[in-house]
C-alpha cells in the first residue's frame, strides 16, 4: 500500500544507498514469480533490521500491508521512480584503459537505465575505436559531445593525475553527477554529485578482515 506520494518526505542519503539493494532482490523475486514479500525477508536478503527497512520504504510513502507484506512488483518500481530509472539516462565514460572497456562493454547499464553514449580518451591510438557501438573521441569533445548528446552522468576512468582536470570539462559541460574511479579525491562547485569507487581502497579493506580472520583462526588452533 502506498501513501500520497506528495506526502513523502526528502529521502535521506542512507536510505538512497539502500534502494538499489532492494531493488536488485525484488527483481530476482519477481523473475522467479513471487507476487509478495515480508519485510523480514526483504529484509534479510539484504543485510538490514526489517524495522530499518520499513522506515526506508516510509520515505517512498510504501508501507505494506499486514499479513501479506509488500508487492513485489509495485515496490519495485517505486523503487525505480525514486531512483529515477523511468527514463535513460546518458553517460560518457572518460578514460578508456582497461577499466573504460569494461564499463563500457558492459551490457547490464542498459537494463539498468543508463545508455553509454560517449566515450573519451587523449591517447591518438585509441581515438577512433569502438567499444560497444561507440566511438572514442579525444577528451577535448567533452564540451561538443554534451550539448549534442546531452549527458546526464559522467564516468572518470582516468589516472589520478587526470582525474580533476577531466572533472573541470564535465562539470564546465553541464554534467553534474560524476562517478570517479580515479584514486583522487575532486573538487567540485557546490550542487554537482560526485560518488567515488575506489577499489585498492575496498581491497584493503578486504584484506583488514581477512588478516584479522587468519590471526583468530591461529589462535584457536593454538589454545586447543
Same mark, same amino acid.
Not at 547499464?109 to 585509441?126: C, S
Not at 577528451?139 to 582516468?158: F, M
Not at 589516472?159 to 580515479?182: E, M, R, Y
Not at 562547485?189 to 591461529?218: C, M, N
Given at each position: 500500500?502506498?501513501?500520497? @506520494?506528495?506526502? +513523502?518526505?526528502? #529521502? @535521506?542519503?542512507?536510505?538512497?544507498?539502500?534502494?538499489?539493494?532492494?531493488?536488485?532482490?525484488?527483481?530476482?523475486?519477481?523473475?522467479?514469480?513471487?507476487?509478495?514479500?515480508?519485510? &523480514?525477508?526483504?529484509?534479510?536478503?539484504?543485510?538490514?533490521?526489517?524495522?530499518?527497512?520499513? $522506515?526506508?520504504?516510509?520515505?517512498?510513502?510504501?508501507? %505494506?500491508?499486514?499479513?501479506?507484506?509488500?508487492?513485489?512488483?509495485?515496490?519495485?518500481?517505486? #523503487?525505480?521512480?525514486?531512483?529515477?530509472?523511468? !527514463?535513460?539516462?546518458?553517460?560518457? =565514460?572518460? %578514460?578508456?584503459?582497461?577499466?573504460?572497456?569494461?564499463?563500457?562493454?558492459?551490457?547490464?547499464?542498459?537494463? $539498468?537505465?543508463?545508455?553509454?553514449?560517449?566515450?573519451?580518451?587523449?591517447?591518438?591510438?585509441?581515438?577512433?575505436? !569502438?567499444? %560497444? %557501438?561507440?566511438? =572514442?573521441? /579525444?577528451?577535448?569533445?567533452?564540451?561538443?559531445?554534451?550539448?549534442?548528446?546531452?549527458?546526464?552522468?559522467?564516468? =572518470?576512468?582516468? @589516472?589520478?593525475?587526470?582525474? !580533476?582536470?577531466?572533472?573541470?570539462?564535465?562539470?564546465?559541460?553541464?554534467?553534474?553527477?560524476?562517478?570517479?574511479?580515479? @584514486?583522487?579525491?575532486?573538487?567540485? /562547485?557546490?550542487? =554537482?554529485?560526485?560518488?567515488?569507487?575506489?577499489?585498492?581502497? &575496498?581491497?584493503? #579493506?578486504?584484506?583488514?578482515?581477512?588478516?584479522? $580472520?587468519?590471526?583468530?583462526?591461529?589462535?584457536?588452533?593454538? !589454545? +586447543?
Amino acid at each position: 500500500m502506498s501513501a500520497d @506520494p506528495t506526502l +513523502r518526505r526528502e #529521502i @535521506p542519503d542512507a536510505t538512497v544507498a539502500r534502494l538499489p539493494e532492494y531493488l536488485r532482490t525484488l527483481t530476482t523475486l519477481a523473475e522467479e514469480g513471487v507476487a509478495s514479500v515480508s519485510s &523480514e525477508e526483504l529484509a534479510a536478503s539484504v543485510g538490514v533490521r526489517s524495522a530499518q527497512l520499513r $522506515k526506508d520504504l516510509s520515505h517512498l510513502g510504501s508501507y %505494506g500491508v499486514r499479513g501479506v507484506g509488500y508487492e513485489v512488483e509495485t515496490l519495485a518500481l517505486e #523503487i525505480t521512480r525514486a531512483l529515477g530509472l523511468t !527514463q535513460d539516462w546518458p553517460v560518457a =565514460i572518460v %578514460g578508456m584503459g582497461n577499466l573504460g572497456h569494461a564499463l563500457a562493454s558492459y551490457s547490464g547499464f542498459v537494463t $539498468k537505465g543508463f545508455h553509454i553514449v560517449a566515450l573519451f580518451d587523449d591517447d591518438p591510438a585509441l581515438i577512433g575505436q !569502438q567499444v %560497444g %557501438g561507440v566511438t =572514442i573521441r /579525444p577528451s577535448g569533445d567533452i564540451t561538443e559531445c554534451a550539448d549534442e548528446l546531452g549527458i546526464a552522468i559522467g564516468v =572518470i576512468a582516468t @589516472p589520478a593525475s587526470a582525474a !580533476q582536470t577531466v572533472c573541470d570539462a564535465l562539470v564546465k559541460s553541464g554534467v553534474q553527477a560524476i562517478l570517479n574511479f580515479a @584514486p583522487s579525491l575532486l573538487s567540485v /562547485p557546490t550542487g =554537482i554529485d560526485v560518488r567515488r569507487v575506489d577499489l585498492s581502497t &575496498e581491497l584493503q #579493506i578486504l584484506a583488514f578482515h581477512a588478516q584479522r $580472520k587468519a590471526g583468530l583462526s591461529a589462535r584457536e588452533v593454538a !589454545q +586447543r
